[in-house]
DNA sequence: CTAATTTCTGACCGTGCGGCCAGAAAACAG
DNA sequence: CTGTTTTCTGGCCGCACGGTCAGAAATTAG
């Protein structure tokens, strides 16, 4: 149960990838309302039918675009956060992988935003449960405690100050859409600044 | 130009925001997605055509929603932000008054989240132009310029922690949403203790 | 009261949606 | 090569959408 056992052909494994590219691209640009299946094909080059041909429907798809955004986004910061040592330091290695792959695709985070915020599965519901969001502020969750056991960190709420964190950057992609000659990299250094004073142990 | 001169009837007033309530209510608990003008007419027990009567079509109604519900939170936030004397405790005001708003209505943010973030009009296109977000942030854009030239606050860019504020802030609405049994005045010394720690002046 | 105006209903469009499928085409296996 | 499976096309279906409208109902004015 859970995978099937049967590995992907290469087709499948191009199809799906190159179809969610195309979803991402689509909502990135023009809005989840104007997301529909007809235009992600088309921007994908393919007809309608493949897309129900690789994805169990439209819902199946948002998903696994947000899937597909989030792994790629583990993958590219978990080497870069496990590199450092201190509760500290893993903050603001946290801080600027996330800044640095969001810079680096600002469409597929847009899309995953407005995705989660604002799709509406076919039943109703939500395409998520409520949960899911707190395996993001999890790891978070994590640091703080161990800063704060360490003696490193001040003491706050670990879960106010995680999805504080979360806030302050899942509120760049919709900005630098807008304004793309923003530099995230001082960006970041900023956000390292800010949130290293705010965890920062008082010098009474 | 601009507003016609003649006044709304006690009655026009008083579907409009009948209607903006339903509406604002069936997204918050629906989503974005499911907030057909059928459902929300069948909310407010009118019939479908009494919306188009009174709005100019889905944009118009979307677009009061948030332009009404933005109003009532400037109207209730604005005294007790100008009661405070320096800009820490201005801004610790903010912090407190905006999230007793949220604790207060917070259908109603949750609607504004779903249409800024998830509604895309009937032309493609934004609902919004780029610049119009940037009205909110430039009230805390003024308020940390002028505390770091009394030297209340640290040297940081003011439009970063701006927007890490209004990050912070629009969090809550979603998280609420899910977990309400979270409480959000705790929630909120929380925030003015983090924000103090970010913004206070280094004491060397 | 009647007449004029505002407000409302319920049915009705045209459109685009997600999903489906029969058969063509391509890839693969023997 | 032939037969089989995978992949793709283009058109079709039923449906719900946003918007419109003629006429009914309610309200207001004289």
């Not at 909502?27 to 041909?53: C, F, N, W």
């Not at 978990?78 to 600002?106: C, E, F, K």
């Not at 709420?157 to 000659?181: C, F, N, Q």
């Amino acid at each position: 149960m859970g995978q099937p056992a049967e590995e992907l052909s290469f087709i499948e494994r191009a199809r799906r990838t190159q179809i969610i590219g195309a979803a991402a691209a689509t909502i990135a640009e023009d809005g989840i309302g104007q997301a529909s299946l007809a235009r992600i094909a088309k921007r994908a080059g393919v007809s309608k039918g493949v897309v129900s041909y690789h994805f169990a429907g439209k819902d199946d798809l948002m998903k696994q675009v947000v899937l597909a955004v989030y792994e790629a986004g583990a993958a590219a910061m978990t080497p870069v956060i496990q590199a450092a040592t201190t509760p500290r330091d893993r903050l603001a290695a946290y801080l600027r992988s996330n800044v640095a792959y969001i810079a680096a695709n600002p469409e597929a985070l847009q899309a995953v935003i407005e995705i989660v915020s604002g799709y509406s599965p076919e039943g109703g519901g939500r395409l998520f449960a409520p949960g899911d969001d707190e395996v993001i502020a999890d790891f978070l969750v994590g640091l703080f405690r161990e800063g704060q056991q360490d003696g490193s960190f001040r003491d706050f709420d670990p879960l106010v100050m995680a999805h504080t964190v979360r806030g302050a950057i899942d509120v760049i992609a919709p900005r630098h859409a807008r304004h793309p000659e923003i530099d995230l990299e001082a960006y970041a250094e900023e956000l390292v600044a800010l949130f290293d004073a705010a965890t920062r142990r008082e010098s009474s």
